[in-house]
């Protein structure tokens, strides 16, 4: 079997103190963290790293949000719709980083752009691994070429059972894309294509999904021309993605991964393919991209209104260097290693 992709680990980039937290004395940033999954907890273990000595308060979605009044920021990471808590949120006027990865709660969070502008408070919208991380190595993939025409995702592995319940859900939908410039639905399931992850995890069979990725990405590069996403899946998942899950979901999977790849033009006229990517747990990805979108909020990064991952205006290469910060190592995809010749006698 031919050796597979080779890819290039990213050295952790140096973390830059913020010069208005040196100019003056350090001010306690109150977090409300909604929902204690097993990417909730992740994000709980993640936050002293951006706001050393901040004060965390769980918030159970399901009973009174009131303990998230006067937060600095409140990070919704409990499964099922966040529509709900986002609204609630936005009215009392406490920013807001969802991890969602619904495309109704994604539609229906980008109508909450004006509530958010009124109050003066940013929501980000996709702040998970996908979207979310996939969207900030998009844009650093992007920002390497002339012209892109191209953006595919692909996605390996879940975190928690909100999550399995999830993908299993994505595998029995509509998978939107976009192809030369015309927006397509396709049956969730179909269109299988051999994707290649960072090592450890390999080559997997991915197949169309219903994500909110291209949604969000045709909103980042309206000059891309063909979008798509995909997840991975073998063929029990397949064939019993329209029924109810056979078996409780686990606990958490094992490591996952996801992989995005840009085409365009080089500055010499050159057509070329970018590919980036992440081999690591799921919830840590998760957790990471939220923590280090929580703590662009709590600096007064960014502006009010919905924030998009990857958007032009974003300091993608420093939101980069945090998640690196937080524990997750970024990694390029670097060429095919040739097989050396065998000798002859």
């Known amino acids: 079997m031919p050796a597979g992709p080779r890819y290039r680990r990213h050295a952790p980039a140096a973390w830059r103190v913020a010069a208005a937290r040196a100019a003056g004395p350090l001010m306690v940033s109150r977090v409300a963290l909604v929902g204690n999954g097993v990417t909730g907890g992740r994000i709980a273990q993640r936050l002293n790293i951006v706001a050393p000595g901040c004060q965390v308060t769980q918030v159970d979605p399901r009973c009174d949000l009131s303990p998230a009044h006067g937060a600095d920021v409140a990070i919704l990471a409990h499964g099922g719709p966040q529509i709900r808590s986002a609204t609630r949120l936005v009215a009392m006027g406490v920013p807001i980083v969802s991890i969602t990865d619904r495309v109704a709660d994604v ?3 980008l109508e909450l752009d004006d509530t958010a502008r009124l109050q003066g408070v940013p929501l980000v919208v996709g702040a998970g691994m996908s979207p979310g991380l996939t969207g ?3 844009r650093h993939l992007v920002g390497q070429l002339e012209s892109c025409d191209e953006i ?3 996605v390996h ?3 928690g059972p909100a999550c399995a319940r999830q993908h299993h859900r994505a595998l029995a939908g509509h998978a939107h894309g976009l192809h030369d410039g015309e927006q397509t639905v396709k049956p969730a399931g179909s269109g299988r294509e051999l994707c290649w992850f960072p090592e450890p995890v390999g080559a997997y069979d991915c197949y169309r999904a219903e994500l909110p990725s291209p949604m969000l990405f045709h909103q980042n590069f309206p000059e891309v021309d063909r979008i798509s996403a995909r997840v991975s899946a073998n063929r029990r998942d397949r064939l019993t993605a329209r029924l109810p899950m056979l078996r409780p979901p686990h606990s958490e999977g094992g490591v996952g991964a996801v992989r995005v790849e840009v085409r365009g033009r080089a500055a010499t006229g050159e057509r070329i393919t970018l590919i980036a990517g992440v081999a690591e747990l799921v919830a840590t990805s998760a957790a990471a991209t939220a923590t280090a979108f929580a703590g662009a909020v709590l600096d007064g990064s ?6 998009f991952s990857g958007a032009p205006e974003l300091d993608t290469l420093g939101l980069l260097h945090s998640v690196e910060r937080l524990g997750v ?3 390029e995809f670097t060429g095919i290693p040739q097989l050396s010749p065998k000798k002859t006698t």
Not at 302 to 307: E, I, P, S, T
């Open 107 to 109: 539609q229906a969070l």
């Open 136 to 138: 900030l190595l998009a």
């Open 152 to 154: 595919h995702v692909a």
């Open 157 to 159: 592995g879940t975190a």
């Open 302 to 307: 960014l502006n009010a209104g919905v924030v």
């Open 329 to 331: 190592r970024l990694q």
